[in-house]
């Protein structure tokens, strides 16, 4: 549709945001027949959950980043000094550069360069008003030429800003299925589970020849896992255990009961129930979390979880687009757009630099509403390594597991062609502020790095927005990537906001 | 057929079908009837080795066909060749080849690779090897795979050193139990190798191979009480113990790591039986061993067992009844 044809439009439904929520709900509409007309005022796919290459990245950082959702980004280059061995940096020192809430008024005032240079120096330009120690671009320093040299293979890298997976029997799988969009869209296997504490990274057995073979666990921890895989795996088995213990937490059904304590009750409860450090996941829930673990292996092979290939969040979301398009939606890109209640009352009025539109729903990311108040904070780290530390050309979940809390972690690498060759990916994530959560983070990664050194560490804090104010009573807005590593939770979201609009 | 597949459901056949069905039945038929003709006429030509190929394509249970082919075979010219005849064999390892995908466990078909592979001039035993390693890999359990593995082993002895294939092939068992330790024919074959790999060694590494089996064995005893393989096995294991010492140290070994299981276990049925088993074992090779109270929580055990295992409780009263003979106390199962 060219663009002076939307000016004074109809749509049925007008979604706000690309996420994957939205994209979810825009391709339902679409195929149940409204009329649908997406709005992204990024220039790119995916909002909360896009990927982009190292560049990309540093691009959003400066240029597109909503500076309420993620209001801080640190980046830490490492470097070697003259002579060394090993990069002795830790990641806990003071970043590289450091973005604050004012990136795009300070991108903007930069007076236009000539358009020389490789993208690479042109990403360093991007970043160098907002080094912490006046980089000076012509005369690049240790940092910035390590900046540099890693930019060098930008376009192997795709970096997730809100990495999941997918669980092999859950809701988002069978929706790709349902879809047909699981027809194009590649996956890999989520090979290993890891439990790491600061006394080592140890495999979480999963299945009984994992738990005969393990040469880690003892004959008694090897029983104990036994009976929880085959009694809390068994329906009609957990059922009996959940009426005789009641209404108690999970956590004190697997002390008390299978008598699991220690490195086993983390492994049970983080790694595979993925029970949050502060989370109250009560005997029942608990067990149809290891019954979805369970159920899922083995569905495609001997793992629990699939994880996308190219930014997997990033990848469906632009198919479900993909789909509504086909089904009639209408897409825009890179455009701002404001929404007002219509005058008339019924609906609302959609403007955009093209022209006004009337929406009779509208569903938008929180993002785009004008006043928020602040939800969920996550503090996350995108980690890139020098080295494999978890297998080759494998993908793995880790858990750390510290005295202070739980850090969920994904480890990527070409095999979901998310880095290049020889280097690896690691995020992490635990909810809470940065300033508080920033060492449990580092923590976190330093205790899975192992020998690999890391090459550069961006953490950044994403808050959950909370529309508020009037005008968001009747618009539905979406949440937003949570705290847990699969994408089933977004799939509920949607399909709960779908409902709601078709009725 | 195979091992943990689902079986699909008959399906009542089609008109075509069954015209089809009666087509091949009239093909097969006339082709027999051909063969067995041939056989009666004794004719060994090409000819007749050729209707014989056919005619087991379509069956392969047929004995009396694959010996009449044998003996084609071995009455052509090409036969006294060698390098003819090995070609000639090799074809028909080919065709034996395609064979097996129509029925992996006909034991005439494997009867003839087998006799194929001793008249071969320049026999491929590593090349079987891993066609066996394929099989075991589709389906565990196939004794087939598992038996004509061992006769592989045996002629791949002749030509390589018999120590260090007896050490690969101990390995390769440990792997398969690995893989899945309810896998009785990898725990079979294991004990047909470990008799000569305890025979060669020396004390230390006696006790060093005694101590590995026994770690696995409790491995799988943990991992799953209830699965007999590793019960069986660690039986054997005593069994074939040379003196009553090792025998009862064994034993004792054997009391302890069931007791300790127990303790996790309190109502496996399996650890249960064998902890009473045990001390009667015990108690017959060294006479006084057992204490009283000992010999009291067996006769508990039983009862107990009789009670929660109603399917075997003959047995519990019939092994009660004669310990409590044996050891004069009190039978509680009465």
């Known amino acids: ?503 | 057929m195979m091992h943990g597949r689902r079986r699909v459901a008959a399906k009542e056949p089609t008109q075509d079908e069954k015209d089809e069905a009666r087509q091949q039945l009239e093909r097969y038929c006339a082709l027999n009837s051909r063969v067995m003709g041939l056989k009666a006429q004794n004719v060994f030509t090409t000819d007749a080795l050729d209707a014989t190929r056919q005619l087991l394509e379509l069956n392969t249970e047929l004995h009396t066909v694959w010996n009449y082919r044998r003996t084609i075979m071995k009455k052509l010219d090409a036969w006294e060749d060698t390098e003819k005849r090995q070609s000639m064999l090799e074809q028909e390892l080919g065709f034996l080849m395609k064979v097996i995908r129509n029925n992996i466990k006909s034991y005439w078909m494997w009867n003839h690779r087998m006799w194929a592979l001793s008249q071969l001039p320049q026999p491929t035993w590593r090349g079987e090897l891993s066609l066996v390693d394929k099989l075991i890999g589709m389906d565990a359990r196939n004794y087939h795979a598992w038996d004509y593995r061992r006769f592989v082993i045996a002629r791949l002895k002749d030509t390589e050193d018999g120590d260090a294939v007896d050490e690969q092939e101990f390995a390769f068992t440990t792997a398969q139990i690995n893989r899945d330790c309810a896998n009785h024919s990898a725990w079979h074959n294991r004990s047909k190798l470990l008799p000569a790999i305890l025979a060669r060694a020396d004390q230390p590494r006696r006790e060093k191979v005694l101590q590995t089996e026994n770690e696995l064995i409790q491995n799988a005893i943990y991992t799953d009480p209830e699965d007999q393989n590793a019960w069986l096995y660690y039986d054997w294991l005593l069994d074939i113990q040379q003196s009553d010492e090792d025998r009862i140290k064994l034993l004792r070994g054997k009391i302890a790591a069931i007791r300790e299981l127990l303790e996790l276990e309190e109502d496996g049925t399996r650890p249960l039986i064998e902890l009473v088993s045990r001390f009667a074992e015990l108690g017959r090779l060294q006479p006084g061993s057992v204490s009283d109270a000992e010999k009291e929580e067996c006769m508990k055990t039983l009862c107990t067992l009789k009670g929660v295992d109603s399917y075997h409780a003959g047995r519990y009263t019939d092994i009660s009844s004669a310990l409590s003979k044996r050891w004069k106390v009190h039978d509680l199962c009465v």
């Open chain 1, 1 to 503: 549709m060219a663009e002076r044809e939307l000016d004074g439009q109809s749509f049925d439904l007008v979604v706000l945001g690309t996420g994957l929520e939205e994209a979810i709900i825009a391709s339902e509409a679409a195929a149940a027949g409204k009329s649908v007309l997406h709005i992204d005022r990024n220039p790119y796919y995916g909002g909360a959950y896009a990927s982009f290459t190292l560049n990309g990245l540093i691009e959003w950082a400066v240029c597109h980043r909503d500076q309420r959702q993620i209001p801080i980004v640190e980046i830490l280059v490492s470097t070697k000094a003259e002579g060394e061995e090993e990069r002795r940096q830790q990641l806990t020192d003071q970043p590289t550069f450091v973005i604050g809430k004012d990136s795009r008024g300070a991108a903007a005032s930069d007076p236009a360069e000539p358009a020389t240079g490789s993208r690479a120096s042109e990403a360093l330009r991007r970043l160098a008003p907002f080094a912490t120690n006046n980089m000076c671009v012509d005369e690049p320093d240790s940092a910035a030429k390590a900046l540099l040299e890693l930019l060098q293979n930008d376009r192997n890298y795709q970096i997730e800003l809100a990495p999941k997976v997918a669980l092999c029997r859950g809701q988002m799988i069978d929706l790709l299925i349902d879809s047909g969009i699981g027809e194009y869209v590649q996956f890999r296997g989520v090979e290993h589970n890891y439990l790491v504490r600061d006394n080592g990274v140890e495999r979480v057995p999963e299945s009984k020849e994992d738990i005969f073979a393990s040469t880690t666990l003892s004959l008694i921890e090897k029983r104990k896992l036994m009976r929880v895989i085959t009694t809390v795996a068994d329906q009609e088995q957990s059922k009996a255990v959940i009426e005789q213990a009641g209404g108690v937490l999970f956590e004190k059904l697997l002390r008390e009961r299978f008598k699991l304590d220690g490195k086993l009750l983390d492994a049970v409860l983080r790694c595979v129930a993925r029970v949050g450090f502060n989370e109250q996941v009560d005997a029942a829930e608990g067990c149809r979390r290891i019954q979805r673990y369970v159920t899922s292996m083995g569905r495609y092979g001997r793992m629990a979880y699939l994880c996308g290939l190219y930014g997997g969040g990033s990848e469906i979301a632009q198919s479900f687009c993909r789909l509504c398009a086909v089904a009639g939606g209408t897409y825009v890109l890179g455009e701002d757009v404001s929404v007002e209640p219509a005058n008339d009352g019924a609906g609302f009025t959609v403007s955009l630099g093209v022209g006004t539109i009337k929406a009779a729903r509208v569903v938008m990311d929180s993002t785009y509403a004008s006043t928020v108040t602040h939800g969920h904070v996550l503090s996350r780290a995108i980690c890139i390594l020098d080295a494999h530390i978890l297998g080759e050309d494998t993908t793995a979940l880790a858990t750390y597991v510290g005295s202070s809390g739980v850090v969920s972690m994904l480890y990527v690498t070409q095999a979901t062609m998310a880095a290049p060759k020889g280097k690896s990916i690691l995020y992490a994530w635990v909810e809470g502020r940065l300033s508080e959560n920033k060492v449990l983070l580092c923590h976190a990664i330093s205790a899975t790095r192992g020998n690999a050194s890391a090459l550069l560490t961006l953490f950044m804090e994403t808050h959950s927005l909370v529309a508020s104010g009037s005008v968001s009573d009747d618009i539905i807005h979406t949440k937003g990537p949570d705290a847990t590593v699969d994408l089933d939770s977004a799939v509920t979201a949607a399909q709960s906001i779908t409902e709601l609009i078709l009725g």
